[in-house]
């Protein structure tokens, strides 16, 4: 079982979606769009940036921007969780001035960069571990990676194979433009095709919820997402812990990205310091990651 400090700040994070979520919402719905809060005030307003994709980093962009907000009053940051591919391609596109990514680029994405003949920067903002957790119920305490290749191949397929009650095993994904997503496959699946029958979700919230929901089930999450009544089973003996990630020995973890433009302004850049300097470094090890240098 979690500890209340997990969930509160799971609690936190949630909030934060929220709130950026309904930001969004209130933004388009009033036709703003990014220059809502420049066309609202008589005042002069910086440059705006726009930051979209990763629904992993989306909470620290979030609370980065209201951050940097009260450091820089005159700055217009915008911020969505679109999904990493989302956001690339968008940024590709000069949709967005930077793009949030759970996940390196593809060779299809540095193609399109490259026709676009637009060149891409790309930083490490912070380090995640990927949580694997199943209701608390569970007896199960530990998985393999090998074992959990085969629940996610459709291979093992009951809970009295790994060690637990005799229940059919419920796998929940997340949807397949998560960055979450394709490490999950690239690390656990080594590439192959994973089950079809497996719960779609489209962010590491909903995964948790469902988890939570159901004595069966098992998913996966970042760290930064481990709220209510869920239980981490340990992967080959290591618990998932912001100390495991940061010396290496978890074996389910990657960096988090933010991607820029070679040609970006300086509102984006500015931004970007934020996030790599000791305050957005800060707010990370907060809110639950493993700060870049870590």
Do not use: C
Request: aromatic residues 6%.
């Amino acid at each position: 079982m979690l500890k209340s400090g997990l969930r509160g700040k799971g609690r936190r994070l949630r909030a934060w979606v929220a709130l950026a979520g309904a930001l969004l919402v209130l933004a388009l719905a009033l036709g703003g769009g990014p220059d809502l809060a420049r066309a609202s005030s008589g005042r002069t307003r910086g440059e705006t940036a726009r930051i979209s994709g990763s629904t992993t980093l989306l909470p620290i962009t979030a609370r980065a921007a209201e951050l940097y907000k009260q450091k820089y009053p005159r700055e217009v940051i915008t911020v969505s969780g679109t999904g990493s591919g989302e956001g690339l391609k968008s940024l590709i596109d000069g949709v967005v001035d930077l793009a949030a990514s759970s996940r390196d680029l593809k060779e299809v994405e540095k193609k399109r960069a490259q026709l676009a003949g637009v060149e891409l920067k790309r930083d490490v903002v912070a380090r995640d571990g990927l949580a694997v957790i199943v209701h608390p119920a569970n007896p199960v305490t530990n998985l393999s990676l090998a074992q959990l290749r085969g629940v996610y191949l459709g291979e093992i397929r009951n809970w009295r194979e790994l060690g637990g009650e005799d229940r059919v095993i419920v796998p929940i994904n997340r949807d397949s433009s998560s960055g979450t997503f394709e490490m999950w496959v690239e690390m656990i699946l080594r590439g192959q095709k994973h089950r079809p029958d497996a719960q779609v979700q489209s962010s590491s919230g909903a995964v948790a919820y469902a988890v939570a929901g159901n004595r069966h089930a098992i998913g996966y999450v970042g760290l930064g997402f481990l709220d209510g009544p869920v239980k981490v089973v340990a992967v080959d003996g290591v618990k998932a812990s912001l100390s495991a990630v940061r010396s290496g020995e978890y074996p389910v973890s990657r960096p988090l990205y933010i991607f820029s433009r070679s040609d970006a302004k300086e509102a984006a850049r500015k931004f970007l310091r934020f996030l790599l300097g000791p305050e957005g470094q800060a707010l990370l090890g907060a809110e639950g990651f493993a700060p870049a240098g870590s």
